[in-house]
């Protein structure tokens, strides 16, 4: 994902700054998020957080009066019946709600999650009469106030990793002054612990090689589909795999009372709870799965597309459906990766899979999508897309009335534009000459583009900039912000990486590359470098940047493409180029990590480069 420039989303920022304007100065976590652990022990992933979503009751929290865990009248929960609500007396008043957890030792990230919803009588623009305070140990991580009223839940984040093999009190103040009530209400509270310092023998990567076959049928405007997916996977783990879990990433744009992503009708094992904000649904496999061995699972599908021009969201007529195929979470040496969504950049984290989706839908409605499409007549006024997709981490796809603009590149890449209404010809134009040039250039420094044709809808609505999935990307009138999504056809598409936890190597590989294609240096970039805490470093996870939100994009897509310009420079041009085409070679269809790449830079030269790293905060 491209952030947009400022200009171009300027409601969008004006609203985040002014929350950010009206929080109170917090406390920040003093260690970074990939701080070691003293112990070495392994870590075990869990989500420590008991009944965060007081749906089972009041135990083990600590509640100043019985009425703070409650589902009566007046607020809502996030998900299910139950919520915390705090305040909201009218007259001087403090709730108090906590609870004793233990954050695993060994474990390299922990990641504190919870939806708050603030109303208040106050009318003032300025004064913080009524304060909510989230802590951590003695930690304050949060306050916030009447200031930061909002219509609905809004997800806050916090990277508490430095307190890994450490029991501490999870702990939230709320306080009323004498008049006019504000009501603090929490849901869904949740702290998710992964990452190892010292990954356990047996680091295989499972479910592999996993096989999809899709089949949906969409309402008349395209922003219902409903039908059926199966998938087949094997096992690589020399450990037997009792269960799997599929992502529903996209849970998050609506509640858990009301998910966008139904599954239903499990076949192959059984369904449990959903879990991470509903985003991740464990299936029970009907047996144990030795290594080796293989079996499927199906499910009935619903997606149900959100209003808003977003990555999941409809524009008018014209729907854009990305991460709404459930797909099977990733195990690995740190166990079962099931980090919270997020929507500052990506999350996700997934193996190189086959994709085979039909998708039934009006004639009237355009279908571009991830892989190789073809259309056969359905039926009456109805069109059948069926795509076929191979070696992709992912499948995406848009319906509505678009006018469409192809060309091949000149290495022959097919190039589809999809312009949504309002775009003119000449930008619709321009942009399939950008894509055609970008695609070549990124083909000649990191290998031949292997997945057919490359389908691009433009839209200039899209608040986030870009979105990229494999084969198809979401994008504005752009050139830097497309040749960008398009770079991402090899940095998160072809060579893979945990996008939650190492998001550097795909964002700021992605913009070396589009400086590359672009002919930029990044001439004395680096010597720009300002750290805003010996905490800030190029390899933190999207935990620690969700807490520290302003600072992303300057971090990961800034520093990080001048500390690759940095190392071009120490390299040379000639080696840099080799180590990042040998690179790409070695990892294609597979996934990056940053020690594999210190590794591949290290063995690129005779010099050292430990204080190149140290320099660059590079850390892994």
């Given at each position: 994902m491209r952030p947009t420039p400022r200009k171009a989303i300027a409601a969008r920022v004006l609203a985040v700054a002014a929350l950010a304007a009206v929080c109170l100065p917090s406390t920040p976590v003093a260690a970074a998020p990939h701080a070691a652990p003293a112990a070495a022990a392994a870590c075990t992933p869990a989500q420590v957080v008991t009944n965060g979503g007081f749906e089972s009751g009041t135990s083990p929290w600590t509640q100043s009066s019985t009425s703070v865990i409650t589902s009566r009248s007046g607020q809502t929960a996030h998900g299910g019946s139950s919520f915390a609500w705090l305040d909201g007396v009218g007259s001087t008043h403090t709730d108090t709600l906590s609870q004793s957890v233990t954050i695993p030792s060994g474990c390299s990230s922990a990641s504190l999650t919870f939806w708050l919803h603030i109303d208040t009588a106050e009318t003032t623009s300025s004064t913080a009469y009524d304060k909510l305070t989230a802590k951590i140990g003695s930690t304050t991580l949060a306050t916030y106030s009447n200031l930061n009223k909002a219509s609905g839940y809004a997800q806050k984040s916090f990277d508490v990793s430095a307190f890994a093999g450490q029991t501490v009190t999870l702990a939230f103040t709320g306080t009323e002054d004498s008049s006019l009530q504000t009501s603090f209400v929490l849901d869904d509270i949740a702290l998710n612990t992964s990452g190892d310092t010292t990954p356990p023998a047996d680091s295989a990567r499972t479910p592999a090689a996993p096989a999809y076959t899709v089949s949906l049928s969409s309402n008349t405007a395209g922003t219902v589909w409903t039908g059926h997916e199966s998938t087949t996977f094997t096992n690589a783990s020399s450990t037997a795999l009792s269960e799997v879990y599929l992502r529903l990433w996209d849970n998050y744009h609506g509640t858990c009372s009301a998910p966008p992503i139904t599954v239903s009708n499990v076949t192959g094992g059984t369904a449990?709870?959903?879990?991470?904000?509903?985003?991740?649904?464990?299936?029970?496999?009907?047996?144990?799965?030795?290594?080796?061995?293989?079996?499927?699972?199906?499910?009935?599908?619903?997606?149900?597309?959100?209003?808003?021009?977003?990555?999941?969201?409809?524009?008018?007529?014209?729907?854009?459906?990305?991460?709404?195929?459930?797909?099977?979470?990733?195990?690995?040496?740190?166990?079962?990766?099931?980090?919270?969504?997020?929507?500052?950049?990506?999350?996700?984290?997934?193996?190189?899979?086959?994709?085979?989706?039909?998708?039934?839908?009006?004639?009237?409605?355009?279908?571009?999508?991830?892989?190789?499409?073809?259309?056969?007549?359905?039926?009456?006024?109805?069109?059948?897309?069926?795509?076929?997709?191979?070696?992709?981490?992912?499948?995406?796809?848009?319906?509505?009335?678009?006018?469409?603009?192809?060309?091949?590149?000149?290495?022959?890449?097919?190039?589809?534009?999809?312009?949504?209404?309002?775009?003119?010809?000449?930008?619709?134009?321009?942009?399939?000459?950008?894509?055609?040039?970008?695609?070549?250039?990124?083909?000649?420094?990191?290998?031949?583009?292997?997945?057919?044709?490359?389908?691009?809808?433009?839209?200039?609505?899209?608040?986030?900039?870009?979105?990229?999935?494999?084969?198809?990307?979401?994008?504005?009138?752009?050139?830097?912000?497309?040749?960008?999504?398009?770079?991402?056809?090899?940095?998160?598409g072809i060579v893979g990486d945990d996008e939650y936890n190492s998001p550097w190597l795909d964002e700021a590989f992605t913009d070396y590359a589009t400086d590359l294609a672009q002919n930029k240096t990044g001439a004395s970039c680096w010597s720009s470098v300002s750290w805003a805490s010996s905490a800030e470093k190029i390899t933190n996870s999207m935990a620690y940047w969700d807490a520290h939100s302003s600072r992303y994009s300057t971090v990961i897509y800034g520093y990080g493409k001048c500390a690759l310009h940095d190392l071009r420079r120490l390299l040379g041009d000639t080696a840099m180029a080799k180590l990042l085409k040998d690179y790409a070679t070695s990892h294609w269809y597979g996934v990056s990590t940053t020690a594999e790449f210190k590794a591949a830079a290290q063995a690129a030269t005779t010099t050292d480069l430990t204080s190149f790293w140290t320099t660059h905060r590079i850390e892994g």
């Amino acid at each position: 994902m491209r952030p947009t420039p400022r200009k171009a989303i300027a409601a969008r920022v004006l609203a985040v700054a002014a929350l950010a304007a009206v929080c109170l100065p917090s406390t920040p976590v003093a260690a970074a998020p990939h701080a070691a652990p003293a112990a070495a022990a392994a870590c075990t992933p869990a989500q420590v957080v008991t009944n965060g979503g007081f749906e089972s009751g009041t135990s083990p929290w600590t509640q100043s009066s019985t009425s703070v865990i409650t589902s009566r009248s007046g607020q809502t929960a996030h998900g299910g019946s139950s919520f915390a609500w705090l305040d909201g007396v009218g007259s001087t008043h403090t709730d108090t709600l906590s609870q004793s957890v233990t954050i695993p030792s060994g474990c390299s990230s922990a990641s504190l999650t919870f939806w708050l919803h603030i109303d208040t009588a106050e009318t003032t623009s300025s004064t913080a009469y009524d304060k909510l305070t989230a802590k951590i140990g003695s930690t304050t991580l949060a306050t916030y106030s009447n200031l930061n009223k909002a219509s609905g839940y809004a997800q806050k984040s916090f990277d508490v990793s430095a307190f890994a093999g450490q029991t501490v009190t999870l702990a939230f103040t709320g306080t009323e002054d004498s008049s006019l009530q504000t009501s603090f209400v929490l849901d869904d509270i949740a702290l998710n612990t992964s990452g190892d310092t010292t990954p356990p023998a047996d680091s295989a990567r499972t479910p592999a090689a996993p096989a999809y076959t899709v089949s949906l049928s969409s309402n008349t405007a395209g922003t219902v589909w409903t039908g059926h997916e199966s998938t087949t996977f094997t096992n690589a783990s020399s450990t037997a795999l009792s269960e799997v879990y599929l992502r529903l990433w996209d849970n998050y744009h609506g509640t858990c009372s009301a998910p966008p992503i139904t599954v239903s009708n499990v076949t192959g094992g059984t369904a449990g709870a959903l879990s991470v904000a509903c985003t991740a649904l464990k299936i029970t496999l009907a047996s144990p799965l030795a290594q080796g061995q293989s079996t499927s699972i199906g499910f009935d599908l619903g997606i149900t597309v959100p209003s808003g021009a977003d990555r999941f969201g409809y524009d008018g007529a014209f729907s854009f459906i990305g991460n709404a195929l459930p797909v099977l979470a990733v195990k690995d040496g740190a166990g079962w990766h099931l980090d919270p969504y997020t929507n500052n950049g990506e999350s996700f984290y997934s193996l190189a899979a086959d994709f085979k989706v039909t998708l039934d839908h009006p004639t009237s409605l355009l279908v571009p999508a991830t892989g190789t499409s073809v259309d056969t007549p359905g039926s009456s006024g109805r069109t059948v897309t069926t795509a076929t997709a191979s070696k992709v981490r992912d499948f995406a796809w848009a319906a509505g009335p678009f006018t469409k603009i192809s060309g091949t590149s000149p290495a022959g890449t097919a190039v589809n534009v999809y312009s949504v209404s309002g775009i003119s010809s000449a930008n619709a134009q321009s942009m399939l000459t950008t894509a055609k040039s970008a695609v070549d250039a990124h083909a000649a420094r990191f290998g031949a583009y292997p997945y057919g044709e490359l389908d691009a809808v433009i839209d200039n609505n899209f608040w986030f900039g870009g979105m990229e999935y494999p084969g198809f990307v979401l994008d504005l009138v752009s050139t830097t912000a497309l040749t960008h999504e398009i770079g991402h056809q090899w940095f998160y598409g072809i060579v893979g990486d945990d996008e939650y936890n190492s998001p550097w190597l795909d964002e700021a590989f992605t913009d070396y590359a589009t400086d590359l294609a672009q002919n930029k240096t990044g001439a004395s970039c680096w010597s720009s470098v300002s750290w805003a805490s010996s905490a800030e470093k190029i390899t933190n996870s999207m935990a620690y940047w969700d807490a520290h939100s302003s600072r992303y994009s300057t971090v990961i897509y800034g520093y990080g493409k001048c500390a690759l310009h940095d190392l071009r420079r120490l390299l040379g041009d000639t080696a840099m180029a080799k180590l990042l085409k040998d690179y790409a070679t070695s990892h294609w269809y597979g996934v990056s990590t940053t020690a594999e790449f210190k590794a591949a830079a290290q063995a690129a030269t005779t010099t050292d480069l430990t204080s190149f790293w140290t320099t660059h905060r590079i850390e892994g």
